[in-house]
Antibody, heavy 121, light 112 residues
């Protein structure tokens, strides 16, 4: 079945970096965009950026420009996000989500299970 | 502060009808971009409930419906059930922010 499977929970110290993976299966990886969304404990959903697996192009939310990077490995149908210069406010569950590329602003129809990233000294 | 505004909470008794509003502006909902709704049960990932204003993905009960008018959208749930207790988020695209998708702050639905 169509699914996105994310890597496991991470505990990181401030000022370090974290990388989270998101492996797609059950569909053609390059036919859909991948978005990253995070949710701090007790808070709502926050969009971080979009990756086009086909050409590798990206667009980032202004808030994360400069310390957030999205990449992909087409050979394994895996998308990656890396967030650097971590601070306590980055403690959150990070989700990858799939969206169709045919329409601007298409809905996120498939979500990964989420990866908890905890930033603490 | 979220770009899309939702009430923090709504409640209703089993069998009743509830609505959740989502207010945006001329650069998102009012610019004719689709509004999508997600349901998030406690401790789980969000699930797509309504896409492009009023379309239900396969498997979503007809009790859930969406509408849009001007710069606002609404999610309606009829025949409320205990299993509907969850957080609900609206989401759209905003043309004033590069590449940006925007969410509402979320609404907690309590089934009394």
């Amino acid at each position: 079945q169509v699914q996105l499977v994310q890597s496991g929970a991470e505990l990181k110290k401030p000022e370090t970096s974290v990388m989270v993976s998101c492996q797609a299966s059950g569909y053609t990886f390059t036919s859909f965009f991948i978005h990253w969304v995070r949710q701090a404990p007790g808070h709502g959903l926050e969009w971080m950026g979009i990756l086009n697996p086909s050409g590798g192009s990206t667009s980032y939310a202004q808030k994360f420009q400069g310390r957030f990077t999205m990449t992909r490995d087409m050979s394994t149908s895996t998308a990656y996000m890396e967030l650097s210069s971590l601070r306590s406010e980055d403690t959150a569950v990070y989700y990858c989500a799939r969206a169709g590329g045919g329409t601007t602003g298409a809905a996120f129809d498939i979500w990964g299970q989420g990866t908890m990233v905890t930033v603490s000294s | 502060q979220s770009v899309l505004t939702q009430p923090p909470s709504v409640s209703g008794a089993p069998g009743q009808r509830v609505t959740i509003s989502c207010t945006g502006s001329s650069s998102n909902i009012g610019a004719d971009y689709g509004v999508h709704w997600y349901q998030q049960l406690p401790g789980t990932a969000p699930k797509l409930l309504i896409y492009n204003n009023n379309n239900r993905p396969s498997g979503v009960p007809a009790r859930f419906s969406g509408s849009k008018s001007g710069t606002s959208a609404s999610l309606a749930i009829t025949g409320l059930q205990a299993e509907d207790e969850a957080d609900y988020y609206c989401q759209s695209y905003d043309s004033s922010l590069i590449g940006s998708r925007v969410f509402g702050g979320g609404t907690k639905l309590t089934v009394l």
